[in-house]
């Protein structure tokens, strides 16, 4: 039987708000009105290095399903480009001082709505439901003088216009106006509530998602391909495009054929507005160096995987001009995480991110990543930040916390990429996103599967927080009270324990109060560039 008890004072209660409307009375006819909503219904190995020299390729067995293994680097002089003849040059260093990457040209991109095309109280799309209107301004409201602008977007206005004093006004809602005036002589009538967020909206702007995705990888089902799935009731045929491209570039043969055919993909790619691209790039990393794998050599019966540089990587993926695409966008990195846990590896990411002048970079520190376990998460980010329309930093809270059991499996690192301002540099933030559990995972420290005292598995009590706030400390003791003791009862090692302390630059982005997990975010670093 479920038992039922009171709300108390410190309950957490999530409350939808909906707008509260006083009954008009006044004899008027009213009409539905349109809004022009346009909503609907690997791991990796330990390879040798090589020369991508054809004389020199080394004979490597790999299984075709294979999730990773050893590669060896390609070794690619740093003044190739896919558009002219390549020599590899066997003694040029591996490790460039800066990245190759020319800088992108301008984005194909449209101009951004300014107004709402949209009514965000609800997402059935065609006329809404829930906005009356007088019946004689049914056509008015149609020119194309007329602005609209859909409750949740006034209400925000509202509370955002005196934020930094921690209070909010409260101004009527008119929809409708022309040249900032009102253009009915009475308030809109709302039926509805919201079905989103209060904060939310329907954008349902063009918006492209591209999938790149290593040879001999499985691109069928993959969090890509669901990111698509869900997008597509939001929007129409010709405002979704995805586009998903097997790449292989890892002979200097192959690599003019990927430019041929990157050219190819960019003409057949609609322009969209700033930041509404989303691409995914699936691929393996490389133990020893973070390297990412870049296709194959040899024959197809027995192929050998090639790696190469992170900077070099990008260059070569992103030739025939479609680096253009890139500028603005949100990249997300599908590949384990020995690209993260290098710094060499995750410097020349930093420098790549630079030179493409991409908006958001999302990557992963599990070192044998499984991108099934992140399709939820990735679900819910797109959601919220290209339906929605959250900035992607305030939507990773929200779809951390609905992301089932990633945090188990994988930390989080986001790239953020902020263009200048006129008294401000272009600056770089890194935040590792961490999950938490009282139990088995304090402040984001995976504890021991085993006690490495008395041997027994999951033996842990519960942790002990000491000190004061902000640099508070932990420890956990072994559960087993023979811990250390021998068979006659002599204590001859000291009990089990596990020591830790909180991270620096640590903060709390999912409710924690009466919570055995959560997630907390860590700045890594922020810098100018």
Not at 175 to 203: I, M
Not at 459 to 464: D, F, I
Request: net charge positive.
């Amino acid at each position: 039987m479920i038992k039922s008890r009171k709300l108390k004072s410190h309950d957490r209660v999530k409350f939808n708000f909906p707008l509260f409307v006083a009954t008009l009375k006044f004899p008027i006819e009213f009409s539905m009105t349109r809004t022009k909503q346009t909503a609907r219904k690997s791991t990796g190995g330990e390879p040798p290095r090589a020369q991508l020299k054809n004389k020199e390729r080394r004979a490597m067995t790999v299984p075709k399903r294979s999730a990773g293994g050893p590669a060896p680097r390609g070794n690619l002089a740093l003044n190739c480009h896919p558009d002219q003849d390549m020599d590899v040059d066997p003694e040029q260093p591996n490790s460039p001082a800066s990245s190759p990457l020319p800088p992108p040209p301008d984005s194909p991109v449209v101009a951004s709505k300014a107004t709402n095309t949209f009514c965000a109280l609800c997402q059935d799309g065609g006329d809404t439901m829930c906005l009356l209107i007088p019946k004689r301004f049914g056509k008015i409201v149609h020119r194309p003088n007329v602005d609209f602008l859909c409750p949740s977007c006034h209400e925000l206005k509202d509370r955002n216009r005196h934020a930094k004093h921690g209070r909010r006004t409260y101004t009527p809602y008119w929809g409708f106006t022309r040249s900032n005036q009102p253009v009915l002589d009475s308030f809109p009538v709302l039926t509805s509530n919201h079905t989103l967020s209060a904060q939310s909206e329907v954008n349902s702007e063009p918006l492209l998602i591209l999938h790149f995705f290593c040879k001999g990888m499985e691109s069928r089902a993959s969090p890509a391909d669901l990111v698509n799935n869900l997008m597509q009731p939001y929007f129409s045929a010709s405002t979704l495009q995805f586009l998903e491209v097997e790449f292989d570039f890892g002979t200097t043969e192959k690599v003019h054929e990927h430019a041929e055919k990157m050219e190819a993909l960019r003409k057949e790619i609609r322009a969209v507005p700033a930041g509404r691209a989303l691409i995914f790039i699936s691929t393996h990393s490389e133990e020893q160096r973070g390297d990412l794998f870049a296709g194959h050599e040899g024959p197809e019966s027995k192929p050998s995987p090639i790696a190469i540089e992170v900077d070099k990587f990008f260059m070569f993926l992103l030739a025939g001009g479609l680096a253009s695409h890139v500028k603005g966008a949100t990249i997300v990195l599908m590949t384990c995480g020995w690209l993260v846990k290098h710094e060499p590896a995750f410097k020349s990411l930093q420098r790549s991110l630079k030179e493409l002048q991409a908006s958001y970079c999302v990557a992963f520190t599990a070192l044998h990543f499984q991108t099934t376990i992140a399709s939820i998460f990735l679900q819910a980010l797109a959601f919220q930040t290209f339906v929605e329309n959250f900035a992607l930093p305030k939507s990773i809270s929200t779809a951390l916390e609905n992301s089932f059991r990633m945090g188990q499996h994988s930390d989080v690192i986001l790239l953020t990429l902020s263009p200048p301002t006129a008294s401000t540099p272009s600056k770089m933030l890194c935040e590792k996103y961490v999950w938490w559990n009282m139990n088995s995972k304090p402040y984001g420290t995976s504890l021991p599967l085993a006690c490495v005292v008395c041997g027994a598995v999951r033996p842990w009590n519960e942790a002990v927080w000491t000190g004061y706030r902000g640099k508070s400390s932990w420890s956990v003791s072994c559960g087993n009270e023979h811990c250390g003791l021998q068979e006659n009862g002599v204590r001859v090692h000291p009990h089990g324990t596990v020591v830790g302390s909180r991270p620096v630059n640590m903060r709390y982005i999912t409710p924690r109060r009466k919570r055995q997990h959560g997630w907390v975010a860590v700045t890594m670093f922020k810098e100018d560039f």
